[in-house]
């Protein structure tokens, strides 16, 4: 087993970037395909609630540090509440792209968070895949 390590949270400029891109494609597609106005409205109310609600989400993100030990995890938000969550097994790390899992031990609510290599700083990121890929408990643990 390794040492404890925390580390920050923040949305990666790579997905904030890619996000936006997702976001105005649907919109630039009803506008160019000379749709009628009350569809190209519908699709920009829908893409606009997409766009608040995802953008609501990387603040949360930001707002978390992750503490991993052997043991569990801390989540620990900036007003200093103290969240007990697992991280998952169905965590994923790809190399380029880590989408942790992680559910509170408490009310059983689960979170998913994607993290990319500019979103944490390097050492922080090779813990976090050597913590994945060798210390994760299997899933008949975690549960």
Not at 17 to 43: E, G, N, Q, Y
């Given at each position: 087993?390794?040492?404890?390590?925390?580390?920050?949270?923040?949305?990666?400029?790579?997905?904030?970037?890619?996000?936006?891109?997702a976001?105005l494609?649907?919109?630039?597609?009803?506008?160019?395909?000379?749709?009628?106005?009350?569809?190209?409205?519908?699709?920009?109310?829908?893409?606009?609630?997409?766009?608040?609600?995802?953008?609501r989400?990387?603040?949360?993100?930001?707002?978390?540090?992750?503490?991993?030990?052997?043991?569990?995890?801390?989540?620990?938000?900036?007003?200093?509440?103290?969240?007990?969550?697992?991280?998952?097994?169905?965590?994923?790390?790809?190399?380029?792209?880590?989408?942790?899992?992680?559910?509170?031990?408490?009310?059983?609510i689960?979170?998913?968070?994607?993290?990319?290599?500019?979103?944490?700083?390097?050492?922080?990121?090779?813990?976090?895949?050597?913590?994945?890929?060798?210390?994760?408990?299997?899933?008949?643990?975690?549960?």
């Amino acid at each position: 087993m390794s040492a404890p390590f925390s580390f920050s949270l923040k949305r990666s400029p790579l997905l904030r970037s890619l996000t936006a891109l997702a976001h105005l494609m649907p919109v630039s597609c009803a506008f160019f395909a000379d749709t009628r106005p009350l569809v190209l409205a519908v699709v920009g109310a829908l893409t606009l609630v997409s766009a608040a609600v995802t953008s609501r989400q990387g603040r949360e993100l930001g707002r978390l540090r992750l503490t991993v030990v052997p043991q569990g995890v801390s989540v620990l938000e900036k007003d200093g509440r103290e969240l007990e969550v697992d991280i998952l097994p169905e965590s994923v790390d790809l190399g380029w792209l880590i989408v942790l899992a992680l559910v509170e031990r408490n009310s059983r609510i689960r979170r998913r968070a994607a993290l990319t290599r500019g979103a944490l700083d390097s050492e922080s990121w090779r813990s976090l895949r050597r913590f994945l890929r060798w210390e994760l408990p299997d899933e008949a643990q975690a549960l």
